[in-house]
């Protein structure tokens, strides 16, 4: 299976979030998306891998892959919170560096996250996507 752009997939995504026209619906399906994430590893939730700025616990897990690519596993204990980490992997995993830099948040906003999440949820996802680019600006030293 070949892995879509970061373009490509972000367009994937606002047309599934479009499909549903009800912001409950929207909720219901990122916490679909949250059940389906691949689960992370009891062994990487450390206090070293532990997010800050975030209200919920997050635990981030990055690895530079042999072919220079970026990918992390992650985990919360809260299911929307899971369910952003489950949209960020998709278009954020196993990408270069460059890629991940070049990404641009807008979508977050045609896809209505950021007039519907709290500011709590708004803050977390923000340092999420940080320590994300902040894993892709360090491989480049690695």
Same mark, same amino acid.
């Given at each position: ?47 070293? *891998?532990?997010?800050? &700025? ?10 530079? *892959? ?16 899971? &369910? ?39 803050? &977390? ?18």
């Amino acid at each position: 299976m070949t892995l879509l752009t970061v373009n490509e997939t972000i367009n994937e995504i606002v047309e599934e979030f479009d499909y549903f026209d009800e912001w409950e619906e929207r909720y219901f399906y990122l916490i679909e998306m949250g059940k389906n994430l691949e689960k992370m590893d009891e062994n990487l939730k450390t206090d070293d *891998n532990k997010l800050r &700025g975030c209200q919920s616990t997050v635990f981030f897990h990055f690895i530079k *892959n042999k072919d220079d690519t970026i990918s992390f596993r992650a985990s919360s204990d809260a299911a929307i919170v899971q &369910g952003l980490i489950a949209l960020l992997s998709r278009i954020y995993n196993n990408r270069f560096p460059k890629d991940i830099l070049s990404v641009s948040t807008d979508f977050l906003e045609t896809i209505g996250l950021q007039e519907h999440l709290s500011i709590t949820r708004k803050n &977390g996802l923000a340092s999420m996507i940080k320590s994300i680019e902040s894993a892709a600006r360090n491989s480049f030293t690695a």
